[in-house]
């Protein structure tokens, strides 16, 4: 194979990665919960949960001193009774917890430490599917795809925007890469 052909490939490979990690960036979006007040005890979240509309691909950042709190996502009859013997789905200790939010659902966040979630430290946001996502998934391609099909890819990906379309891109560059 051509030297030539070999780079422009691999050239398209690359603005194809990178064009789909500034969309990605740009699709998403990082909170701190309570803001500057972050994760603790007497602040209000149900107030500051109605401060922003999150939808899929956002993260939520809980940060707090290690050992003092920390953040279980749960179901909602748990968050209305901060009994978190069960209900719990997602337990996080870090103190700098990073929580990408995956669905277009409702999600729920306490704090386990006794009376915390009784005192505040709980909240529920609903979470929008992303308009960069709206466009349908691609249907999963097997085989090895040939290039007009890359060439399809890549110009639904100026357009579509989409974190499906990303991966899918993604999957389909890697070894495209490797075969040319
Ligand atoms: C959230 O969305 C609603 C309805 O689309 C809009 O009215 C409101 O201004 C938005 N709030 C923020 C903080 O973006
Ligand atoms: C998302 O899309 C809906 C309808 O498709 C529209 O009403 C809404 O304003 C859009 N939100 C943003 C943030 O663009
Ligand atoms: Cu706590």
């Not at 960036?25 to 007497?42: F, I, L, P, R």
């Not at 996502?73 to 013997?85: A, G, L, Q």
Request: charged share 15%; proline share 4%; aromatic share 12%.
């Amino acid at each position: 194979m051509e030297d030539s052909k070999l780079c422009r490939y691999l050239s398209f490979c690359m603005i194809l990665t990178v064009l789909g990690l500034l969309v990605n960036d740009a699709a998403s979006e990082v909170y701190t919960v309570g803001d500057s007040d972050e994760w603790n005890s007497g602040v209000n979240y149900g107030v500051w949960s109605q401060k922003y509309n999150f939808s899929v691909g956002d993260v939520l950042a809980f940060k707090y001193i290690k050992g003092q709190h920390n953040t279980y996502e749960v179901t909602e009859s748990t968050f209305r009774s901060c009994d978190t013997s069960t209900g719990v789905l997602a337990k996080h200790t870090s103190g700098n917890d990073q929580v990408t939010l995956t669905e277009a659902k409702k999600y729920w966040f306490v704090c386990s430490v006794s009376g915390h979630c009784l005192g505040g430290m709980r909240f529920g946001i609903t979470v929008k599917e992303s308009n960069t996502t709206e466009s349908p998934p691609l249907a999963p391609q097997s085989g090895s795809p040939a290039p007009p099909q890359i060439n399809d890819n890549g110009a639904q990906a100026t357009r579509g925007l989409s974190r499906w379309d990303y991966l899918i891109l993604f999957g389909v560059s890697i070894p495209s890469c490797l075969v040319w």
